[in-house]
């Protein structure tokens, strides 16, 4: 069951992978300098964590899926997601533009020659298109959710890990936030995954993945736009409004 779970999880950072050599290959990955980590100051398990009701008094390997299902993402929000990704001699990082209100989110990111990818999806259907241009490509979603189309992993998914695949938890502090901190043991290929999820939003702030010791993924989200989404941020060029069409 736990390789099962765990092969989901490889499956999941794998179509995000995909994602990312398509944004390659469209040129919108640039070599650029590589997301420096804050440092993380880790806290002893029984420092407290506190999310409106929530107070976790300790967090360990035994404890965490307790404390992450009690955490849940913000209706609307705005912000930028950094992502970069490491190969063999090089590197490469891009920027997406996320907003989120109720089940609708939709990303922008800048190509590297100068156009612009939009994408809205629920979750069942998405909707791209470049530039201010008003052709529309409606696809359903399938396979690629939300936060494949952020390229950035479903830190839920932490809920499915067996005790035995969780190496570390704690309550650590990266910039300011307030995280609980996941991290992944060892599954057969060499890969290692690790969370830090905020406190204080529920949402992933910084990640990692790890292979044979060496990162390969990093992603950093370490703040929120002050301004909301508006049911302008989800409608399409043609003036079709989705959020009124739910």
């Given at each position: ?43 002893p ?14 967090v ?9 299902a ?14 970069e ?35 809205i ?55 300011g ?9 060892e ?35 370490l ?24």
């Open positions: 069951m736990d390789k099962r779970w765990r092969s989901q999880i490889t499956a999941a950072f794998l179509a995000v992978t995909v994602l990312v050599i398509a944004v390659m290959l469209s040129g919108t990955l640039h070599r650029t300098s590589h997301i420096t980590l804050p440092s993380s100051e880790q806290t398990g029984q420092a407290a964590v506190t999310r409106d009701a929530l107070t976790v008094v300790e360990t390997p035994e404890t965490v899926q307790t404390a992450v009690t955490l849940s993402r913000p209706q609307e929000y705005r912000r930028t997601v950094t992502v990704q490491l190969w063999t001699g090089g590197s490469g990082t891009y920027e997406t533009s996320a907003a989120v209100s109720g089940g609708w989110t939709r990303t922008d990111r800048t190509l590297a020659g100068g156009r612009v990818r939009h994408t999806t629920d979750g069942e259907t998405t909707y791209i298109w470049y530039d201010s241009e008003t052709e529309v490509c409606t696809v359903a979603a399938g396979g690629i959710s939300a936060d494949n189309e952020q390229t950035i992993p479903t830190y839920e998914e932490i809920l499915d890990l067996r005790l035995e695949s969780i190496a570390a938890a704690d309550y650590r502090t990266i910039s936030v307030n995280c609980i901190y996941v991290e992944t043991a599954d057969p290929d060499g890969y290692v995954l690790r969370y830090w999820v905020s406190v204080d939003t529920g949402l992933l702030t910084v990640s990692e993945r790890m292979l044979n010791g060496e990162p390969v993924y990093r992603m950093a989200a703040s929120l736009d002050q301004d909301l989404p508006t049911a302008e941020d989800f409608t399409l060029p043609d003036g079709t409004m989705l959020l009124e069409a739910e």
